[in-house]
């Protein structure tokens, strides 16, 4: 498999990716916000320069000027002048929930509905190319990836998950598929699993990753494209379900979060 397809660090290097038809501040601005969010840019690590998130982004450096400049009044990054200076972040988990229910609440149900279509499209054929082209040291790495996760928490299980979907995106051997899944996921992912923040999911979620890596083994790719799809459609549901629930309640997003029930279901 050619190397520049391999996910790797894919969820570092799916913030960095380049932004199609970019030139928004508005677009570099919420991929960085739900990366700082999501813990994938830790507290106080060090951002690109100006000039290289530009470039890295494939925008002007205006344009990742002015993101950086909001996430300075929104106090996710401060900034530091002279020889060991530049943009620090400095977010420590402080109202992630709160950013995440702002923007689930922006979502229409439509365009919720719309994402879940587009990216079961692109993740269930990548998992049944996956069960088609992947050798049998790809699914010991794979194997590998899931031993090593953490799924005891739900930051730590969505960048888990981020990690092995682009895994088996890579497994397919399809540089656009790979291209298109590190998009959606810098993006949105941080919507699409917000459902793991459920211990109950987090488990459901382990189970159909290990349940996928069997069907690459038996080279089934109709069923990895099923479990796909159908752990996609599921977190689709969980998201209108909890914008319902944030739309109707008189609460904060914050307390309107810790409401939305746990099913006890084989779904994640």
């Not at 290097?13 to 932004?19: E, H, K, V, W």
């Not at 298109?180 to 993006?187: D, G, P, S, T, V």
Request: glycine letters at 8%.
């Amino acid at each position: 498999m050619p190397q520049s397809i391999r996910a790797g660090s894919g969820t570092r290097a799916a913030i960095f990716a380049p932004l199609d038809g970019a030139g928004r501040a508005e677009l570099v601005l919420q991929r960085l916000t739900d990366a700082i969010v999501l813990g994938v840019l830790h507290d106080g690590e060090r951002l690109p320069s100006e000039a290289e998130l530009g470039r890295q982004l494939g925008v002007a450096t205006v344009t990742a000027r002015e993101a950086l400049e909001i996430l300075r009044r929104n106090k996710l990054v401060h900034t530091k002048r002279g020889r060991d200076g530049g943009s620090f972040v400095t977010f420590a988990g402080r109202g992630a929930n709160d950013l995440q229910d702002e923007r689930l609440l922006a979502w229409s149900r439509v365009q919720v509905r719309d994402l879940g279509v587009h990216y079961s499209a692109i993740a269930g054929l990548a998992a049944e190319l996956a069960a088609d082209r992947a050798s049998a040291a790809d699914i010991d790495n794979l194997e590998r990836i899931l031993d090593r996760s953490d799924a005891l928490t739900a930051d730590a299980a969505r960048r888990g998950h981020g990690t092995f979907r682009l895994e088996v995106a890579a497994l397919s051997q399809s540089a656009r598929l790979v291209r298109e899944e590190l998009r959606l996921q810098a993006e949105f992912g941080s919507l699409l699993w917000l459902s793991l923040s459920e211990p109950l999911r987090r488990e459901r979620c382990r189970a159909v990753q290990r349940e996928t890596v069997a069907a690459l083994v038996a080279e089934n790719g109709a069923r990895a494209r099923q479990l796909t799809v159908n752990q996609i459609t599921d977190s689709i549901e969980w998201l209108i379900e909890a914008k319902s629930i944030l739309e109707q309640e008189p609460m904060s997003p914050m307390q309107a979060r810790t409401t939305t029930p746990e099913r006890e279901d084989t779904r994640s």
